[in-house]
DNA sequence: CACGAGACCTGTTCGC
DNA sequence: TGCGAACAGGTCTCGT
């Protein structure tokens, strides 16, 4: 489900307000799992005597991963592909994918429901072990179309996976990526290297475009993991396949690349022969 | 360094 | 209706 604008909004979600509950003051009280390699780092056992009574201090996300800094250390969240979290009142009828759920101390339960257990929990001292491998933050301030051309210039990648790439640019996955390399009119094979001035400024753009609008509509709702987001509706080029592009009306296209599925309009992203 | 294949998992949807 | 194949928003590791 979740690339930076899904867990954005669940971020917001979970910092409540606006008649929600929030997460942050509450303590964990307890933890319980039915599938312990949830947690990555530390492993399970030692992870939940950790944990046990710290106090939620902030919710916060960097790239794709939660970050929930408490008392002790710092929680990281990454919901992988089927992964979601949500606050739900303690004994409210457990959902059919909630695999793990923190017990707090405002009669709360924070579950994280994850179909496919791709999802990873880490709580560490240092959680920049972790997030000090990814690129930068594509909705900063100062990421700059000029540092993106730097960025570019020393890669000879396909530009689609290198977008997907999360030590490159954090949080794009691949409903961004194939929605950005449309706005910016670049086929998804084009090499990084090879990009003219203003194609990177068109791409910078449309990155930060396509997910400030996603984060806008709360995600995006593609099938029965996630809920609530409404960004799929302003798709100009994934899951239409057959169907005209709203730019220029030739018809959309699902094409392999880097071995992900991959929706381009022929014609607004001509492929560049080399 | 760049890339493809295969793993990790389970559920839904598609095609015959 | 039934059944296997294909597909799914992510990332890691291995071999070339």
Redesign the pocket.
């Known amino acids: ?3 930076l604008p ?1 867990v954005e909004t669940i971020a917001q979600r979970l910092r409540g307000g606006d008649d929600r509950p929030s997460i942050i003051g509450s303590s964990i009280s307890g933890i319980s799992t039915e599938w312990p ?1 949830h947690f990555e780092d530390p492993p399970y056992e030692i992870f939940r005597e950790r944990i046990q009574g710290q106090t939620i201090l902030d919710v916060g996300r960097r ?2 991963f939660l970050v929930i800094p408490n008392t002790q250390a710092t929680m990281l969240i ?5 992964g979601d979290l949500h606050l739900e009142l303690s004994g409210a009828p457990a959902g ?2 909630d695999r793990t759920i923190f017990q707090l101390d405002n009669r709360h339960e924070l579950r994280f429901s994850d ?4 999802g990873r929990i880490y709580l560490l001292k240092e959680p920049e072990k972790v997030l000090g ?1 990814l690129g930068p933050e594509p909705l900063a301030p100062d990421f700059s179309a000029e540092q993106l051309k730097d960025m570019l210039a ?5 530009i689609k ?2 977008l ?1 790439d ?2 490159f640019i954090a949080g ?4 961004y990526a194939d929605e950005s390399l449309h706005r910016a009119r670049i086929h998804p094979r084009t ?2 290297n090879t990009l003219s001035e203003s194609q990177v400024a068109a791409l910078h753009q449309a990155i930060r475009d396509s997910l400030t609008l996603g984060i806008q509509n709360n ?8 809920q609530g ?1 409404e960004y ?1 509706n302003q798709f100009r080029v ?1 899951q239409r396949a057959g169907e005209p592009c709203p730019v220029c009306g030739e018809t959309i296209e ?1 094409i392999v ?5 991959t929706y381009i309009c022929p014609g607004c992203q001509p492929e560049v022969s080399i």
């Open positions: 489900m979740p690339e899904e390699r790239g794709k990454h919901l992988r592909m089927s059919r994918f179909a496919r257990k791709f491998k020393v890669k000879k990648r396909q996976p290198l997907l999360q030590s794009i996955g691949n409903i090499i990084s995600g995006a709702t593609i099938d029965w993991v996630y987001g799929q994934v699902r690349v880097g071995q992900r599925g």
